[in-house]
């Protein structure tokens, strides 16, 4: 079905286009003036004036037909318009011989191209084209001074012009720096999986060119914790069913093989840790274990107490003063107001504290616009 581009008023004006009738003031502006006008008082002033303007031979002063016109307008400052048929004197509108009411029937038709369809035709295209300009200046006016135009997805102008970085961490020249150590130790368009032993494992396979494992010293660390090499190829390929991996394992298959090697994490130290730290290009301080790259604590030394978890009700820290994740975080994960839903799952492959900070993390990467299109180097080069 076609959609009609035409307004109501321009489907209006179309009617009388094609049925050759002249376009005329509003029906009921036009009663009420003759209404108005027909009052005794009223009828009388106006009947005065005309004769006032039409015999010379009265010989009217200009100064009182004027007064005339102009009766209630201002009386000693004090303006009643009702004595007469005219506006307050402090109103910049000229009354013609046929008074204010006849005034504004002369300024409709007027408006309206006093029966000339060219001539409404150009006052319309004019008046439309200023509507469009004026309201497009008032809308961006008010969209700029507004937060209600932000809606649920920026709270103000700063988290709106950074494309909601601001709600991961406010405090992005430390941020940035931090990202900037990091290095490829995580991926942007692999953040669902933020925080996972399964995404440091896929990272480390992806940027060391390895096929279906790891390096030496770490498949070494994982069979110690009864890893056979099918299931860290399971772990480096993220064979999980889905819709086009029917035959993957289940979420719980692959969760019970990420548990296993988060210990072996923890056991990946000394020149192993630093061949790994090497292929991901991060040079973060104070790690000790593979395992440490699991904690927002370690992997963001200098801006972790910026930490943020967006939610409906605005940001909220991730840790709070003592260096702890804020007691507030899980509660709100675990309440179904946000999408995915908890940490209690990922809390059974790493500890509960990295595992609610990494949740809420991952949330607040993903609200970002187009995070998955870059990687942790190029936004580190951004923010710094």
């Given at each position: 079905m076609a959609e009609s581009v035409a307004t109501p008023l321009q489907l209006t004006a179309g009617v009388g286009f094609y049925a050759g009738n002249a376009i005329a003031a509003n029906t009921n502006l036009s009663n009420n003036i003759?209404?108005?006008?027909?009052?005794?008082?009223?009828?009388?002033?106006?009947?005065?004036?005309?004769?006032?303007?039409?015999?010379?031979?009265?010989?009217?002063?200009d100064n009182t037909i004027a007064n005339l016109k102009t009766l209630g307008a201002n009386v000693s400052g004090n303006y009643c318009p009702a004595l007469g048929d005219s506006v307050p004197s402090n109103i910049a509108w000229t009354v013609g011989n046929t008074g204010y009411t006849g005034t504004i029937a002369s300024s409709a038709s007027t408006y309206l191209g006093s029966g000339d369809f060219g001539k409404f035709a150009q006052a319309f295209g004019a008046a439309q084209g200023y509507l469009t300009l004026t309201n497009g200046i008032i809308l961006s006016a008010v969209n700029a001074n507004s937060t209600d135009y932000l809606g649920p997805t920026f709270e103000n102008m700063t988290d709106l012009i950074t494309g909601g970085l601001t709600l991961v961490n406010p405090a992005l020249a430390s941020f940035g720096a931090d990202l900037a150590l990091d290095g490829d130790l995580f991926a942007l368009d692999n953040i669902e999986q933020f925080g996972t032993p399964a995404a440091l494992l896929q990272q480390l396979a992806i940027k060391g060119n390895m096929?279906?494992?790891?390096?030496?010293?770490?498949?070494?660390?994982?069979?110690?914790?009864?890893?056979?090499?099918?299931?860290?190829?399971a772990l480096v390929n993220n064979d999980v069913q889905s819709l086009y991996n029917p035959n993957g394992l289940t979420p719980n298959q692959f969760d019970t093989l990420q548990k296993a090697a988060y210990p072996a994490l923890t056991n990946v130290t000394g020149d192993c840790l630093q061949n790994v730290l090497d292929i991901l290009d991060c040079t973060l301080p104070?790690?000790?274990?593979?395992?440490?790259?699991?904690?927002?604590?370690?992997?963001?030394?200098?801006?972790?107490?910026?930490?943020?978890?967006?939610?409906?009700?605005?940001?909220?820290?991730?840790?709070d003063v003592d260096g702890n994740v804020n007691s507030a975080v899980e509660p709100i994960l675990n309440s179904g107001s946000l999408t995915p839903v908890g940490c209690d799952q990922l809390a059974k492959i790493i500890p509960a504290a990295n595992a609610a900070a990494n949740r809420a993390l991952q949330l607040a990467f993903q609200q970002v616009k187009g995070i998955s299109n870059t990687t942790v180097p190029k936004l580190a080069a951004i923010l710094q």
């Open positions: 003759a209404s108005y006008n027909a009052l005794a008082p009223i009828a009388n002033l106006l009947y005065t004036i005309n004769a006032a303007v039409s015999n010379v031979s009265l010989n009217i002063s096929l279906n494992g790891t390096t030496p010293c770490v498949t070494t660390a994982l069979k110690a914790q009864g890893l056979t090499d099918g299931a860290i190829a104070n790690i000790e274990t593979m395992a440490d790259l699991l904690d927002p604590v370690k992997i963001f030394p200098t801006s972790y107490a910026s930490l943020t978890l967006p939610t409906p009700d605005g940001p909220v820290l991730i840790y």
